[in-house]
């Protein structure tokens, strides 16, 4: 299953409601479980981002409504990347020629 890389920050009205956070993750893990995902791991972080999450998906277009669902719930700004693994990389690297 492919990987993503999520990016995020708290909204004003997530902050506010900051002690809820552990709440809205559990509401967020199990949404993205319902869709076919699931959370490999979740960082609070200090710096730009507020949490960095890694997860796994099924395609491209259920990590794409997963951030806008997380967008809707309006606690969190996400970011998400597409991670490629070591092996693909290596591949893509070798198939430049």
């Known amino acids: 299953m492919p990987t993503y890389i999520i990016l995020a920050n ?17 509401t967020a893990k199990k949404a993205l479980f319902d869709m076919g995902g699931e959370f490999k791991t979740v960082y609070m972080t200090l ?5 960095v999450g890694v997860y796994e998906a ?16 309006g606690s969190v700004r996400t970011k998400t990347l597409k991670a490629f693994p070591e092996a693909a990389y290596r591949e ?3 198939s430049l020629g």
């Open 10 to 26: 708290w909204t004003d009205q997530g902050a506010q409601k900051v002690k809820d956070s552990p709440r809205r993750l559990e």
């Open 47 to 51: 710096g730009e981002y507020d949490l």
């Open 58 to 73: 099924p395609d491209d277009a259920v990590a794409a409504r997963f951030g806008l669902l997380l967008g809707m719930l």
């Open 92 to 94: 893509i690297i070798a």
